[in-house]
Nanobody, 120 residues
Framework: VQLQASGGGLAQAGGSLRLSCAAS????????MGWFRQAPGKERELVAT???????VLADAVKGRFTISLDNAENTVHLQMDVLKPEDTAVYYC???????????????WGQGTQVTVSS
């Protein structure tokens, strides 16, 4: 399983960025897909995740500003980040929980990470 992320970069406070992550390789089905982030000196934390059925979970810190969507046909998750704040600065990691085979236990896979920097 490979996760290819795109987007991210530098934005000013109040601006927007969009992250996308595509899962490829051989697997049976995606259970959920989303984004975590890790700021310097802090632990990795959940940003947002979506199940294949469309159920979403967003961290309190991003509710009302970020939107997550999962395209099941493309095995791609998008994170639209609006009204960005300097505290959103972090390395963002794509995450997927999936079944490699229909009989497999769910497994977690991570992308390489993409930097998001928000200037004040």
């Amino acid at each position: 399983v490979q996760l290819q992320a795109s987007g991210g970069g530098l934005a000013q406070a109040g601006g927007s960025l969009r992250l996308s992550c595509a899962a490829s390789g051989t697997f049976f089905s995606i259970l959920n897909m989303g984004w975590f982030r890790q700021a310097p000196g802090k632990e990795r934390e959940l940003v947002a995740t979506s199940s294949s059925g469309g159920n979403t979970v967003l961290a309190d810190a991003v509710k009302g500003r970020f939107t997550i969507s999962l395209d099941n046909a493309e095995n791609t998750v998008h994170l639209q980040m609006d009204v960005l704040k300097p505290e959103d600065t972090a390395v963002y990691y794509c995450h997927v929980n999936l079944l490699v085979k229909f009989y497999s236990a769910p497994s977690d896979h991570w992308g390489q990470g993409t930097q998001v920097t928000v200037s004040s």
